[in-house]
């Protein structure tokens, strides 16, 4: 009878922990890597809501990104939307392998001068 009951118990325990590794594993997988994250700056020639494709000139090279609705856009420490993206703003994107866009972060206006 113990011993019935000791390997129901260790039958349960093996099945909790593979149920758990691959809980793990899937959380891994989905999150992207901020070490195969890359990070361009540059200011934004064109912002196409029909494609999804934001373009960026780098001062040495135009590169087209990919967006949707897990991108995030943040302008100094405000987090703000999508909308508020210009031609002509300075960003900060960081996007993975495939040139899809993660974060875009916008550099705030310049304070207008006074004279």
């Not at 780098?58 to 703000?80: A, D, L, N, P, R």
Request: glycine share 4%.
């Amino acid at each position: 009878m113990i011993k019935k009951i000791s390997m129901l118990v260790f039958a349960c325990l093996l099945v909790a922990s593979f149920s758990f590794a691959a809980d793990a594993a899937k959380t891994t997988m989905t999150k992207p890597e901020a070490s195969k994250m890359m990070k361009v700056s540059g200011t934004v020639e064109k912002m196409d809501a029909k494609t999804h494709t934001l373009t960026i000139n780098t001062g040495t090279e135009t590169k087209s990104y990919t967006y949707g609705s897990h991108t995030s856009y943040m302008q100094g420490t405000k987090k703000v939307k999508s909308s508020v993206l210009k031609d002509g703003d300075k960003v900060d994107v960081y996007a993975d392998s495939k040139n899809v866009l993660h974060k875009v972060e916008i550099e705030p206006a310049a304070a207008p001068t006074t004279h």
